[in-house]
């Protein structure tokens, strides 16, 4: 489930934040979904990397479309990271 559009666009501009006083183990990659589907819009947080962004790719939207983000990694339960994008 993510959020339902009432307007088609262009999805763009993904900034991803890690908060470093809960710490990142590994690695976690956080992708946008378009309807379930992934989207070239990704990028990856770390132990030594605490922010990342996606400033390349971008995704067309259309009326009803659902948009989620995904996040992958191991054992990162606590991290607690925010994600900023653009719809235009």
């Keep these: 489930m993510g959020l339902r559009l009432v307007s088609g666009g262009t999805l763009q501009n993904l900034s991803v934040f890690a908060d470093r006083t809960q710490g990142i183990i ?5 992708q946008v979904f378009v309807n379930s589907g992934p989207t070239a819009i990704k990028c990856s947080v770390s132990q030594s990397v605490f922010s990342c962004s996606d400033k390349t790719h971008a ?3 259309n009326a009803g479309d659902s948009i ?11 991290a607690n990271i925010g994600v900023t994008m653009e719809k235009q």
């Design 26 to 30: 590994g690695s976690v990659l956080v």
């Design 59 to 61: 995704a067309v939207l």
């Design 68 to 78: 989620s983000v995904q996040m992958t990694g191991t054992n990162n339960q606590s």
